[in-house]
């Protein structure tokens, strides 16, 4: 098995170095400018397999015209089907509903910032409930997805699968990573990495990449590609 140089010495100059692309890498989508939690939960919930781009428009005019959880709530369900039918997955209409009502009732509309409370919510996974943790209160949790995952398995030389996002041993590479000063920035850039350079659908841009001193797969592209 293949290693990265990210040791407990150079673990701070890679989080550095990560955090540091990402605020010139940002991409500024409508949510990314709040810590609002109710606004985050939405717009994670509405993210959920569905590209960030396409939610933009549905998420702000969502946020304008349910400005609180409340709101949400006491909602006519087809008026919200309405609202949010375009996103795909229907599925999530119900359990938008759903869960601001149990918000309502049980925390006085106010998101609930314990990791249990999140995941006692309808509709709310490992993943949400970390990214609004995370977004929201600034809180050191791991972004657990397959994009996430992707990084890590190339940085640790680590062969991934669909499960790999279920293992245990990718949550503990990832939740080591974290950066515990500024896990909000963090979390934003390893987002960013994996969708703009560290890619799935198409070869990885390693060159580019400002991790590639610490990646494994990225130190043997480079190698290869000095060698052709």
Known sequence: METTGIGNSSLAG??????????ENFR????????NPYHILIAEVMLHRTQAKQIVPIYQRFIKRYPGIADVARSDRDELRLELYSLGLHWRIDLIRDMAAE???????????????????PGVSQYIASAV???AWNSPDALIDTNTVRVAGRLFGLETKDSSRRSKKFAHLLEGLVDPDSPRDYGFAILDLASKVCTARVAPDCVACPLTRWCAYGTRST?????E
């Open 14 to 23: 890679f989080r550095h170095t990560l955090i540091a692309w990402g605020r």
């Open 103 to 121: 918000i309502t009732a049980r925390f006085g509309g106010e998101v609930p910032q314990a990791r249990e409370e999140l995941l006692g919510l």
């Open 28 to 35: 500024p989508f409508p949510w990314r400018f709040t810590e």
């Open 223 to 227: 190698a290869d590609a000095r060698k």
């Open 133 to 135: 943790r995370c977004f």
